[in-house]
Every structure is written in structure tokens, then in C-alpha cells.
């Protein structure tokens, strides 16, 4: 059972609420994001691109810009190298579009994430220099390539490294230009950006430069929010403005692909929000690099023609439900052989499935992570060995986990909370013992927490509040949806609802004896029958007939408007709850 946390953080509320003309429940909300200060509260708040910090900042921008101007002005050859990712793929679309507006001449490599790996390699230089590339810009990628950077200049060609991944122990390689805030001497003040962000910031610093007016370039910050919400990052600081930004964008985006693929997974365009970024959109866009090539992300993003759009974006949805079955199916198989053998006991989950595809190893992994809370590792067969990827709980650092291992491992690398491993198939039963071994986990690390605002009563609960908290939006990794809880609820009707029977709706009424209508969306049979088991037949019937029951429960929740046939109501959406 998750243990449910109260947030005890300590701020002027009052006054806070008083000078932003905000309740005193936003002032906590925002104070428990850690947003403290008049600078950040007032840019968490009201933050636009007018606050975006200048590209100039960054190290190196001002080299790659005047170097890529000048290689615009002499008709050079250059060549984009991205990722297979989501923040690949639109970095890629950045620089590409971005330059060949400019009169650039230039085409794009984006590795296999079979046959290549990760990034940028020999191959894909040699290839470049094949073709006559004068310049290799990365994206996304390239802050470890040292030998591959040092390979393409010794022949002759100039190569600017952009990307957003961290500084390898040995330092940058030795590129022409180095684009990356999180190096130690980069004076840039926002470090969390993606690689479609970073790629953008150096399309808006030569096109400043260029002089061109700035609606030129900010078209593209659309798809640097997408890629900021695909890739994870925090939305803070500067990512969140990206986002906001972006999305007002989105919502009239007159890029076909984009369009057409909104309409194939049936998003309303007007209604877009960050979680269809995170959880359609960019699942969409990162299947195509999964199961087949990015090259038709890519396309889909870059299609001039509305039949050519609508055809990729079909495509790509299709792909994507492929491999929600593949997923679904691998987490099935795992879920067995955990609960089927000694897999269960230990500390570190360390799951080979064979024949499951690579690509969704790590999705896997942080599936059986969120079920078990623990630790998680899924292997696969790979063309050498086995191949995988770990996902961790905040009590375990993972990657120093792999360390002690490395001597049973192939390759490895990653951070705390996940990473990517290869190793010999025989090494498989001695790494698990290792790992495990090793691992200085308690029981008590196994019990996910529950991070709650606030204790809200529901006469607190209404529609001021709910605008107030719309305005918090976007909400993801860093700026988590505000969730609020209530206990001593009574249940005086419920009834469940759906053809799939997977609605609860009830109403509840608080200590106050203040109702709300409240939905829980699960299994509704077995919704009521843990009631059953707790109250007995007779309360869950008289609950399903709005009649006099002894139920009561917690539960966290989250509280929204039901907008029926013109009908509003405030309705709260239950996330989780106990009875009593």
C-alpha cells in the first residue's frame, strides 16, 4: 500500500496569496513545487517568451552561429546528425527547416537504434564525407563522441556539437563549437533544457543575427515544447515557459503532420495540453524510431502535402498501438516469471525476455518498476549477448548499482533513476546475484510515497480555485498536478458506469457535511466488492440505492468542472482511497 505524504513546507501563504491575487491553497501548491521568491513565483506565474534567457549566454553559441552563417554564405554542404528519440527528431526538424529557410544547404542522418546505436559513430561520418558534407551539426547527441568528432575533423570536416546530455568525466570532445549548458564554464543560466531546445536556441541566434523578425524563428518553438514534454524534462524555470508557449502554438500549429496525427489519435486541438504531449503525441512520434526508422517521425513533421501527412500519421499510430500490445505483453510475461519464481524475493528485479524487442526494454522496465516498486532491470536478446535497460526508485542509485557490476557487464551508462546496460547471456545469473547482493535496500524503500498538497475540505472545493489551478498548468515532471486529500467521507450514492463498468460515480459528502460529486475510474465491480468485503452486501447495496450506509473513506483527489450538455458542475476525480 503507498504511504500518503503531506507536503509541511513553510511560506508566508497569506501574503503570498495577497500579492499575486491568488488563494492562499495556490500559494502552498506553488511554495511545495519549491518556487520560492519573488522572481521565480512571478515567472512561475506569469513567465512569457519576453523571459526566455538570451542564446548568447550559452558557450559557444556565438562560434557555431557566425561558423554556420559563414558556411551558409559559401554554399557548404552541411549535414544535421539527430537522434532516434521524440527530442531527436524535432531537433533534427529544428536546425534542418530552420536552415534551409536561410538559403542553407543541407540534409539530415539520424542513426538506427538497431544497427547504430545511440548517437553519432564512424559510419554515419564516412557516409558524410562520401557525400561531400563539409559540416556535421549534432543534435541531441555527440557530447561523448570524442573519437567521431576527432575522426570527422582530421578529415577535413567542421563539426559543431549541440546537445543537452551531461559532460562526459573526460570533458566535451574537440569540436569547432560546443553547444551545451550543463558545461562546467557555460554561463547560461537554465541548464535543464532538451536538445530541441538547445537546437532552437541557435536557430533564434542566427536568425537575430541575420536579422531576421522574430516570428521567423519562433514558430519553432512548438515543436521544442513537444520535445521538452517527450523527453521528460522538468518543467521549470525556462522549460516551463517553452511549454506554455509552445502549446498556444500547437493549438493553431499549421504543420500538416502534426494536424493529421491530433486527428488520427483524436486530440481537439483547442483542448491540447501537456499530457497529450507526453503521453499520445510524442509515444506516436518515438514509435517510429521503436519499430521501424525515426526517418518517418521525421517525414511526418517535415510532409508538404495534407495526403502524404494523413498517410504517416496513420502509419505512426498504428506503430504506436504495436507497441502498446508488444508492451502490454512483455509486462505480462515479466509480472509471471516475478510472481512465478524466487524472481519475487529480491531487491533488484532483473527480468530476461528474450524475445522481447529491444526498443521497449526500458519501457517495460518502468512498468514493473511502478507495480513493484522496486528497482527494475529488463534484458533482451541482442545481436552480441544480452541488451537492456533499468529503471530505479528514489532510494536506489542505479548506475552506481551497475558499477559494482561492471566487471560482468559489456557496456554500460546512465544516472540514478535509469540506465542501459549490455552484457554476455551467461553473465546474466551471476549479474542478478551481484546486483542484488549489493543492494542496500530495506523493506520500507519498497513503499512508493504519495506526495499530497494540502488536507482540502470540500467547501474550499469550487471554481475560482479550479481556474487558479488551471493556471499552474503545464503539468509533468517537475510541476506534478496538485493532488489534495479528505478523510471522514461519507459515500451516500454510488453507481458504476461505462460499457466497460470501469466508472464509479459517487457522491460524498465530508465531515462538514459538504457534498461533491466525485468519479473514480478503474474496475467498478471490483470497486464494490472490496466495499463488500469491508461493510458487508447489504452497505454496498444500499450505497447503489442512495440509501443511509455506513461507508466511509479517504482519498486523494484532484477537483475539475463536469461540462455536460452545457451543465456545469464541480466534480472532483478520486486518485486514490481507503476505507475505513
Known amino acids: 500500500m503507498d504511504q500518503w505524504m503531506i507536503y509541511a513546507k513553510k511560506a508566508d501563504f497569506n501574503g503570498i496569496a495577497a500579492k499575486y491575487h491568488i488563494s492562499p491553497i495556490t500559494a502552498r501548491i506553488i511554495r511545495n513545487r519549491d518556487v520560492t521568491g519573488d522572481e521565480e513565483i512571478r515567472q512561475y506565474l506569469y513567465g512569457s517568451k519576453e523571459d526566455l534567457n538570451p542564446p548568447l549566454l550559452m558557450k559557444d553559441m556565438e562560434k557555431a552561429r557566425d561558423l554556420i552563417l559563414s558556411k551558409i554564405e559559401q554554399n557548404r554542404k552541411i549535414r544535421v546528425v539527430g537522434d532516434y528519440d521524440a527530442d531527436g527528431v524535432n531537433s533534427t526538424y529544428i536546425l534542418v527547416m530552420g536552415l534551409s529557410a536561410l538559403g542553407a544547404s543541407v540534409d539530415f542522418a539520424i542513426p538506427d537504434r538497431i544497427r547504430d546505436g545511440y548517437g553519432i559513430n564512424i559510419d554515419i561520418i564516412s557516409r558524410a564525407l562520401e557525400d561531400g558534407t563539409d559540416t556535421i551539426i549534432t543534435c541531441d547527441n ?101 511549454v506554455r508557449e509552445g502549446l498556444k502554438l500547437l493549438r493553431n500549429t499549421a504543420n500538416p503532420g502534426l494536424n493529421h496525427l491530433m486527428e488520427e489519435t483524436q486530440i481537439h486541438k483547442e483542448n491540447l495540453k501537456s499530457y497529450h504531449l507526453g503521453f499520445i503525441i510524442g509515444p506516436c512520434l518515438n514509435a517510429g524510431g521503436r519499430l521501424d526508422t525515426a526517418r518517418l517521425a521525421l517525414s511526418l513533421l517535415m510532409s508538404g502535402s495534407e495526403e502524404e501527412a494523413a498517410s504517416i500519421a496513420a502509419e505512426l499510430k498504428a506503430l504506436n498501438d ?146 487558479e489551478l488551471a493556471e499552474l498548468e503545464p503539468f509533468g515532471n517537475g510541476n506534478e498536478k496538485p493532488l489534495f486529500a479528505a478523510r471522514g467521507l461519507h459515500v451516500r450514492r454510488l453507481s458504476v458506469l461505462g460499457k466497460n ?80
Open 501 to 580: 463498468r470501469n466508472v464509479v460515480k459517487m457522491t460524498l459528502s465530508d465531515t462538514s457535511q459538504t457534498s461533491m460529486s466525485a468519479v473514480w475510474f478503474g474496475d467498478g465491480d471490483e470497486f464494490v466488492e472490496n466495499i463488500k468485503n469491508k461493510y458487508g452486501e447489504s452497505a454496498a447495496d444500499m450505497a447503489l440505492h442512495g440509501l443511509e450506509n455506513p461507508i466511509v473513506m479517504s482519498a486523494t483527489y484532484y477537483p475539475g468542472i463536469n461540462d455536460y450538455m452545457g451543465n456545469r458542475t464541480v466534480q472532483i476525480t478520486i486518485q486514490d482511497c481507503r476505507f475505513h
Open 142 to 242: 555527440g557530447i561523448s563522441a570524442a573519437e567521431q568528432v576527432a575522426f570527422a575533423r582530421a578529415n577535413g570536416m567542421a563539426v559543431i556539437i549541440t546537445d543537452h546530455h551531461d559532460i562526459p568525466p573526460a570533458g566535451p570532445p574537440e569540436a569547432d563549437a560546443v553547444v551545451n549548458p550543463k558545461q562546467a564554464d557555460c554561463g547560461y543560466p537554465f541548464k535543464g533544457l532538451c536538445g530541441a531546445a538547445v537546437a532552437y536556441k541557435l536557430i533564434q541566434a542566427i536568425y537575430e543575427k541575420a536579422g531576421k523578425p522574430r516570428e521567423q524563428y519562433e514558430k519553432f518553438l512548438e515543436f521544442a515544447a513537444l520535445a521538452t514534454v517527450a523527453d521528460v524534462m522538468e518543467l521549470k524555470g525556462e522549460n516551463r515557459i517553452i
Open 322 to 467: 504495436t507497441r502498446k500490445d508488444m508492451t502490454l505483453s512483455g509486462v505480462k510475461q515479466a509480472c509471471a516469471m516475478i510472481e512465478e519464481t524466487e524472481l519475487k524475493d529480491d531487491k533488484v528485479l532483473v527480468v530476461y525476455l528474450p524475445d522481447c524487442h529491444e526498443s521497449i526494454a526500458g519501457i517495460i522496465a518502468g512498468r514493473i518498476k511502478e507495480i513493484y516498486h522496486k528497482p527494475s532491470i529488463v534484458l533482451t536478446r541482442a545481436l552480441e549477448g544480452a541488451k537492456g535497460s533499468a529503471r530505479s526508485i528514489e532510494a536506489y542509485h542505479m548506475y552506481e548499482g551497475l558499477v559494482g557490476c561492471s566487471d560482468l557487464l559489456s557496456k554500460f551508462g546512465g544516472h540514478p533513476m535509469a540506465a542501459g546496460l549490455s552484457l554476455p547471456i551467461q553473465n546474466i545469473g551471476a549479474f542478478r546475484t551481484r546486483i542484488n547482493e549489493q543492494a542496500e535496500l530495506t523493506e520500507k524503500d519498497f513503499i512508493k510515497k504519495v506526495w499530497i498538497d494540502t488536507e482540502l475540505p470540500f467547501a474550499y472545493v469550487n471554481e475560482k480555485l479550479i481556474g
